[in-house]
């Protein structure tokens, strides 16, 4: 996920900045992402959750903040010291640092959705006087940022992934023998690599579809071609609409047809 992916390679840089360049393993990058706790930490803070489930987000969205309410349920003071994010779009804040026995305690996480389209996995590592190295709590956030609708606002046509200026090519007057093709601009939305072929049974056999780039990657605007292979019906006169229907996108059928309009001449 790009956001873990994100704060796993800026720890990475800052330590080559002093150590020699190493290889981590899988252990290695899960010991950064999951750390141990300190010791007996349920019986210093407690808090009402330690994770939350923020659902459904939009890169529109405003910052979006998070509630994480504890009390010191031990017989000592404890100083939160630090607050450490895994991420530049997440904001802690705390209203209590220093926290009495039997007080409470409310840390917010706020983060900024924008930029951060798909899955969300938002860690905060609370540190205490207790420990410099070892953290106190760790919490976290988790939900799914849909792409900004403001972002893609020239391309009306929402296929799953796939966002398109128009749904319908038109090559207009067609004889036998024509090789010409047609483009649509569009775009891919959504936060991994798409690959877009047509349904096999749903092309004509004169007509050939791909995208240009043939994989969009998350965010790349492109183009739907689908160009005319020489191959067209030499009985066939007037207008003619094909449906095809698009394959490797996550969508209902009824969402991700195409029609193809084409007039036969003599």
Not at 26 to 42: A, Q, Y
Not at 100 to 118: M, Q, R, S, T, Y
Not at 123 to 150: M, Q, W
Request: aromatic share 8%.
């Amino acid at each position: 996920m790009r956001i873990v992916f994100i704060f796993i390679l800026s720890f990475i840089l800052s330590v080559e900045t002093v150590f020699p360049q190493k290889a981590y393993t899988k252990d290695e990058l899960d010991s950064i992402m999951n750390p141990r706790l300190l010791v007996g930490n349920k019986d210093l803070l407690r808090f009402d959750a330690v994770e939350i489930n923020a659902g459904i987000m939009s890169e529109d969205d405003k910052p979006l903040s998070f509630s994480f309410k504890c009390r010191n349920v031990s017989d000592r003071q404890i100083v939160i010291t630090k607050i450490s994010t895994t991420c530049g779009c997440t904001e802690a804040k705390i209203n209590n640092p220093v926290v009495k026995p039997g007080n409470d305690a409310e840390i917010l996480l706020v983060f900024n959705p924008f930029g951060h389209p798909g899955k969300a996995f938002l860690r905060a590592f609370i540190y205490s006087d207790l420990s410099e190295k070892t953290p106190v709590a760790v919490l976290t956030v988790n939900g799914e940022v849909t792409p900004s609708v403001k972002l893609w606002k020239d391309y009306r046509v929402t296929m799953g992934e796939l966002k398109l200026r128009s749904k319908t090519f038109n090559f207009g007057r067609v004889r036998n023998g024509s090789r010409r093709l047609e483009k649509i601009a569009c775009a891919n939305s959504g936060s991994k690599p798409l690959k877009v072929t047509a349904m096999k049974g749903f092309l004509p056999d004169f007509m050939s579809l791909r995208t240009e780039p043939q994989v969009l990657e998350p965010s790349e605007e492109g183009y739907l071609v689908i160009e005319l292979t020489g191959n067209t019906p030499d009985k066939t006169i007037g207008n003619k609409t094909y449906k095809v229907l698009l394959d490797g996108l996550h969508a209902r059928p009824s969402e991700r047809m195409i029609d193809v309009k084409l007039e036969f001449v003599d």
